[in-house]
């Protein structure tokens, strides 16, 4: 739990200590707080994203991963889909690709991509969000080299789990949350 990420998750984790704050609020101030604090994690890495990379209206940004945790289907209450919802609020031109369930649109005007060469392809910019076992032998240069670009120059991967090793990135704009070190 304990990870970089857009937050956490899921049917249980991120729902039922609401549950506590309601039952005993005058009790649940650290339940409520770190529920507070996780709820506004999105909205964190967009504001991450954005410090880092700069304006992010009309850029093409390939996100990986939809899923609350590594390597399942669940997407229930998963913070990665509010992140991507925001993304677009700031006028991104997203496209996602969740590997076990490709066909998922998280809403109209983000395209749900089958492959990630689809999802990469043309691609200013990629934002990986979950940890996903198929994707940890993705590198920076592989994953520019499937987005097509010609140059580097504006290029940016945004690794929000840190999986991405700096050493196979090396000329490329790498930001990694959670590791002090953006460039």
Not at 139 to 165: C, H, W
């Amino acid at each position: 739990i304990l990870r970089p990420g857009p937050g956490v998750g899921g049917h249980c984790i991120s729902v039922d200590p609401w549950f506590l704050v309601e039952a005993s609020p005058a009790t649940a101030d650290l339940i409520r707080t770190a529920r507070l604090v996780n709820d506004a994690q999105p909205a964190f890495l967009l504001d991450f994203v954005r410090r880092n990379t700069g304006e992010l209206t009309g850029r093409k940004v390939a996100v990986l991963g939809l899923s609350y945790k590594p390597n399942i289907d669940d997407l229930r209450e998963s913070p990665a889909i509010e992140f991507v919802r925001l993304l677009k609020q700031a006028g991104a031109d997203v496209r996602t690709f969740e590997p076990f369930v490709p066909d998922y649109q998280v809403e109209e005007g983000i395209t749900a991509c089958d492959s990630l060469e689809d999802v990469l392809g043309g691609a200013d910019g990629v934002i990986l969000l979950v940890g996903h076992e198929v994707f940890s032998d993705l590198t920076g240069e592989s994953l520019f080299d499937k987005s097509g670009r010609r140059s580097r120059e504006g290029f940016f991967l945004v690794d929000a789990v840190n999986i991405l090793k700096r050493e196979t990135s090396e000329g490329l704009t790498l930001i990694r949350l959670g590791d002090g070190r953006s460039r």
